[in-house]
């Protein structure tokens, strides 16, 4: 892409990844400007700023480096982009906490000098290495970067030499960038953690080791091993977390079951063989719809987590009746559990969205959809929303669009939101929690400005670039350009697939069949439903007459009118989750596709599809078929009833 599309840049290509030091000078030793400019990959840079460094360095002949208000993907600011020089005293209040409490404090939050005005000019020790301009001069008196740093305190190092040599250091806010801090490491697929903390040695042993004393240079060293012992000991902690609480609710629950049963819990010891079974059951249901790896604060994953070790647990007290001590208690830890377990994930994600545990990472991708906002001109828009709709897996409703002025005539689609000065009240008021941004319409100066008035309400933000069909974004770049089904692998195809949603369906059929019988009796009694006849499609292209429990002859979506079907859901002509019904799917006969008593297309076109966008929906769902899928499906067809 670099050389076809700049065929006047000069692309430095390893065949090895030879680190960030390494890399870098071989690119600096080819420089031949005044000034050399470290950039990451995972950054926005606003229009002018390097027109702002560059001014600023000219103006400034002492200074060897400079670097410019560096933003996290949410518009905080990142506190890397202004650092002291790692000394005891500077150490010891980061590690003890203290600069976390006091961060206005000159004396406790030296560290990452929290205590000076964000938006002011400042000299410091050190800046962000992910976008630093570099005075070519000063590189050639205090040399590369020290290749012995393959990532992660090289900067550091560089800096300290500089200043070592009579140069100054400044941070610049004037001009500002984005850095999707940890994005370039993670790709990378690194120990970050672990490389991090070896650097912080390295910079101890080669400056400190000799001009310090021997306390002063152990003292750093045990704070850099026990500072990255807790690193460590907070990234297991939080991993492992849901599995822990989830197993502490499970006993909880079963407390409680077991008081409800016998009035009393006398009968505890009884379980205690029987409850470690259910446990590792139910703990496994969860690892097996995915709630421990991206999913882990997901209430929906969670209740299908639960109903599933349900089962499990009622076939095995079924075969092995020593265990069968009482159903009726599996039957209240199923309610129980069912409540508890989602219930404290949505705590979390409640918390979360206002702010209160900002450490918990991303929630994973769902296709419950993100309210999405587009900040650019109505004619940008009308494309990016058509281009997203056409890329549904990346799960964007789009709300409308905000703009500086509003649009000349009533559009059809995307709806005008307001003004982009009002752009706060305009997320608050609607609950966007992602915004795109087109440059087609506003430069990166604007885009930053803006996303620093809205970084108080959690978003996320995505980026556009102008006349390229790609949303740049946290983690990841989202090609938006319209998609080919040619020669595509369909996971319903697949036999493992295929075992998985035949079992689903089995157990949800069954299980519906018995409990909306008694509510089907009364709504054909008292509420003037009847057995009406239609004819449907089957996945054999056989016309066959199936019965719905409805007041007209039409498909309603209210699950009551197709309590008949569940019938057929049982012996295999159809799904809970399928095509849509009464769709003819001529062209998709040789891939086991059955209609459904629910479908991806019906729940995300809400009545408001085209055929061509249903046909998407279609194409989407025999592509990426997995029983997370199915499962998220239903629940947001229960949301839709």
């Known amino acids: 892409m670099v050389k076809s599309t700049y065929p006047d840049v000069i692309l430095i ?20 400007g005044d000034y050399v400019l470290i950039l990451n990959p995972d950054t926005v840079v606003q229009e002018d700023t390097f027109k702002t460094l560059i001014k600023f360095l ?26 002291s020089t790692p000394t005891p005293l500077v150490v010891l209040p980061k590690i003890l906490g203290l600069s976390a409490l006091f961060p206005k404090s000159k004396l406790f939050a030296k560290y990452n000098l929290t205590y000076l005005d964000e938006d002011e000019v400042s000299e410091v020790d050190a800046v962000s290495g992910s976008f630093v301009m570099v005075r070519k001069s000063a590189i050639e008196e205090i040399g590369l970067f020290d290749e012995d740093f393959f990532m992660y305190g090289e900067d550091l190092d560089w800096f300290f030499r500089m200043r070592k040599a009579g140069y100054k ?30 650097a912080q040695i390295q910079f101890v042993r080669k400056h400190f080791s000799k001009s310090r004393s021997v306390f002063a240079v152990m003292f750093l060293y045990f704070a850099i091993v026990a500072r990255g012992l807790f690193s460590y000991a907070v990234k297991t902690g939080v991993a492992l977390a849901p599995l822990i609480i989830d197993t502490f609710l499970m006993q909880l629950s079963l407390l409680l079951a077991v008081r409800i049963r016998f009035g009393s819990f006398n009968e505890v010891s009884a379980y205690f063989l029987i ?31 639960v109903i599933l070790g349900f089962f499990v647990n009622t076939t095995f007290t079924f075969f092995f009746k020593q265990f069968a001590y009482s159903r009726e208690v599996l039957i209240w830890l199923l309610l129980l559990n069912i409540i508890i377990l989602p219930a404290w994930r949505i705590g979390i994600r409640l918390a979360r969205k206002t702010g ?80 795109i941004f087109s440059t087609e319409s506003y430069s990166y100066e604007e885009v930053l400005d803006i996303i620093d008035k809205v970084k108080h309400n959690k978003m996320n933000f995505k980026i556009v670039p102008k006349q390229m069909d790609f949303i740049i974004g946290k983690a990841s770049v989202e090609s938006i350009e319209d998609l080919s089904f040619i020669d595509i692998e369909f996971n319903i195809d697949k036999l493992y697939n295929r075992v998985i949603k035949r079992s689903l369906d089995l157990m949800i059929s069954s299980l519906l069949l018995i409990l909306l019988l008694p509510f089907a009796i009364i709504s054909f009694l008292l509420f003037g439903r009847s057995i009406r006849g239609v004819d449907l499609l089957l996945q054999d292209n056989q016309v066959r007459r199936v019965y719905l429990l409805s007041k007209t002859d039409k498909i309603q979506s209210g699950i009551l009118s197709r309590y008949p079907l569940l019938l057929h859901v049982l012996t295999g002509k159809m799904s809970i989750v399928g095509c849509e ?3 003819n799917p001529l062209d998709l006969k040789n ?34 078929q997995s029983l997370q899928l199915d499962l998220e499906i239903i629940i947001k067809a229960l949301f839709n009833l």
């Open 275 to 305: 409850d470690g079974i259910y446990t590792v059951v139910w703990l496994f249901s969860f690892f097996l719809v995915g709630i421990y790896k991206k999913r882990r604060f997901s209430a929906t994953y969670a209740a299908w987590g």
């Open 58 to 83: 000219d103006e400034h002949p002492e200074a060897a480096a400079a670097s410019c208000k560096v933003l996290n993907a949410d518009g905080t600011l990142q506190l890397a982009c202004r650092r």
């Open 356 to 435: 209160m545990v900002p450490f918990l990472g991303t929630l994973g991708k769902t296709m419950i959809l993100k309210r999405t906002a587009i900040v650019g001109s109505a004619e940008e828009a009308k494309r990016i929303t058509q281009k997203v709709l056409d890329r549904i897996e990346y799960g964007y409703s789009i709300e409308g669009f905000i703009d500086k002025k509003s649009p000349d005539s009533v559009l059809d689609s995307p709806t005008y939101l307001g003004n982009v000065t009002d752009i706060a009240e305009i997320v608050s008021a609607r609950k966007i929690t992602d915004i």
């Open 13 to 32: 290509e390893n065949g090895e990844n030879l680190g960030f030091s390494k890399a870098n000078n071989q690119a600096i030793k080819r420089a031949k």
């Open 169 to 198: 250091i400044y941070y610049v806010p004037s001009t500002k960038i984005i850095h999707y801090k940890g994005e370039s490491s993670r790709a990378a697929g690194y120990d970050a953690i672990g490389m991090f903390y070896k």
């Open 581 to 583: 019904l009464l769709l």
């Open 591 to 624: 891939i086991h596709y059955k209609p459904g008593l629910t479908s991806l297309a019906e729940i995300m076109s809400q009545g408001n599809r085209d055929e061509d966008e249903y046909e998407k929906y279609e194409q989407y769902y025999l592509r990426n």
